[in-house]
């Protein structure tokens, strides 16, 4: 595992064990009304009564979701066929030590994604909880940026990566190809 997916998991745990405490930390002193939708503009448009449903699910399904991604994520090295990424084939067509350094790449590519779902899971229920029991409307900069940056940063990124991955995948199967030895068959 490459240091910075180290650092990316780590961080992952952190902030997953930060905001489950609080989420149960804060539950008990709730009002009776919590904003359970954003509209397209940010404002809380639908509210629920105060239930263990209506306040975790946002947890259980950030937690779900990047418990996914992570186990997704550690399969890179052992199931590489089960991904749909640019280049698969030259991926593929590689040696097994070949393959690994692109497979960490996946690898560490997915963690970060984990990070973005958990962190916009996790200001969405702070926005939550600060309209339960203030006087803020709707979403706040947090959940703003963490969209923007986030989602939009992200996705940007990962076109980007896509290109670049593919790309020297490619280049790395061509290699391996022109040093592999020859069989001394002919093809005509």
Known sequence: MSSLRRIL????????LVWVTLAIVVYGDLPAT???????DGRADQFSEKSIG???????????TTAFLL???QRADSRPEMF?????AALLSLPRDLQAPFLEELATWM???????????????YDMWRV??????????VS???MGIGFGGFMLGTIVWMVYFRRVVVAAAAVAVARAPSTGRRTS
């Open 9 to 16: 998991l780590l961080a992952i745990i952190a902030l997953v």
């Open 34 to 40: 919590l904003a359970t939708h954003f509209g397209p």
């Open 54 to 64: 209506s306040w975790f699910v946002l947890t259980i399904i950030g937690v779900c």
């Open 71 to 73: 186990v997704t994520a």
């Open 84 to 88: 749909n990424i640019p280049g698969k």
């Open 111 to 125: 963690t970060g994604l984990s990070l973005v779902v958990i962190v916009q899971f996790a200001a969405i229920q």
């Open 132 to 141: 339960a029991t203030s006087s803020q409307r709707g979403l706040s900069l």
């Open 144 to 146: 703003w940026s963490a």
